[in-house]
């Protein structure tokens, strides 16, 4: 199994942006999707977005639409999460993992139960 690990977080005021990337280390990540995910405090964890591994088809939870763009650099083995137009309600711990695709699109249901260190993303003035 690819081991990843998220970075990139940090303190953002509302309307900021910020970018994380997810490294991979101990395979290659062009076979897999990957996906972000968050969690904030006494909140279940929620799927953010995204990406099939070769012909990059994104998913995205209907809170960021239109606001996180993912992307994925194979040749860096490093998948991205461009966050923009954020707002208070981003803030949490956010996670990437393998994700299981379905008819060639990506879902938002993790392959393991099995999670990083995350790196934490506060939005406050």
Request: with cysteine; charged share 15%; hydrophobic share 30%.
């Amino acid at each position: 199994q690819v081991q990843l690990v998220e970075s990139g977080g940090g303190l953002v005021q509302p309307g900021g942006s910020l970018r994380l990337s997810c490294a991979a280390s101990g395979s290659s990540l062009d076979s897999y999707a990957i996906g972000w995910f968050r969690q904030a405090p006494g909140k279940e964890r929620e799927g953010v977005s995204c990406i099939t591994p070769t012909d990059g088809v994104t998913t995205y939870g209907d809170s960021v639409k239109g606001r996180f763009t993912i992307s994925r650099d194979n040749a860096k083995n490093t998948v991205y999460l461009q966050m923009s137009s954020l707002k208070p309600e981003d803030t949490a711990v956010y996670y990437c993992a393998a994700v299981w695709t379905v008819h060639d699109m990506c879902v938002l249901t993790p392959q393991m139960n099995s999670w990083g260190r995350g790196t934490q993303v506060t939005v406050s003035s």
